[in-house]
């Protein structure tokens, strides 16, 4: 049984009033990315999995990260209009790329002169494997049961592939196994969730959600 305490994250908006824009929507939502995404990494050591310290931990954070915003987008596709869209993607991406660059800059040192951003090069990588994520589908059964997007098989297997190449040899034939069967049900769940109620302009009493400690 877990011994961690759970991880607990805003997920309402507590405050009555006109509608938040795309940008504040994409803020909190940014902020909920991130912690899911930390959590996905905690679990997957407590699972065993070495993920030192330093480049493997942004190496697997940013495919995390990717994959989280990929899904989103997918659920904002369902929800809002393309300008909406749009906005608060674009928005969401620069938000998790602003905070993964103040904790790349903090552990890892600032880049060498002339070198990208650790933000842009996270955009890049954004621009890069959103669309392949983008290209799979969903599972139309378990879609319709949660009324949300529900991404197929394919789409989970993805992640698998992307952090292969993240983790040390030993741990590589076990990854897919471990993000399939219980890394990515937990993070896809939390996700899904949180764009129902943050999306949702109704103000509920002072509430929240949880992701389990590994």
Request: no cysteine; aromatic share 8%; hydrophobic share 45%.
């Amino acid at each position: 049984m877990s011994t961690n305490p759970a991880i607990r994250i805003k997920n309402r908006w507590f405050k009555a009033g006109a509608g938040h824009s795309a940008q504040e929507q994409a803020s909190a939502m940014g902020f909920i990315v991130w912690r899911v995404a930390q959590n996905m990494l905690k679990r997957m050591r407590g699972a065993q999995f070495d993920i030192d310290a330093g480049g493997a931990y942004f190496d697997f954070m940013r495919e995390v990260l990717v994959f989280l915003i990929a899904l989103t987008d997918r659920i904002a596709h369902a929800r809002l209009d393309p300008a909406q869209r749009a906005e608060f993607t674009v928005a969401l991406v620069r938000h998790v790329a602003g905070t993964l660059q103040d904790n790349e800059h903090d552990l890892l040192g600032a880049k060498a002169a002339g070198a990208p951003s650790y933000a842009d090069t996270f955009i890049d990588l954004s621009n890069e494997v959103g669309p392949h994520y983008a290209e799979f589908g969903a599972d139309p059964t378990a879609a319709a049961a949660a009324n949300s997007f529900e991404p197929d098989f394919a789409f989970v297997r993805y992640l698998g592939v992307r952090l292969e190449p993240t983790l040390p040899d030993k741990d590589r034939r076990w990854v897919l196994d471990q993000v399939m069967a219980i890394e990515a049900p937990e993070a896809i769940a939390m996700v899904q969730r949180s764009m129902l109620e943050l999306h949702d302009p109704a103000p509920r009493s002072a509430r929240r959600s949880t992701v389990s400690g590994d």
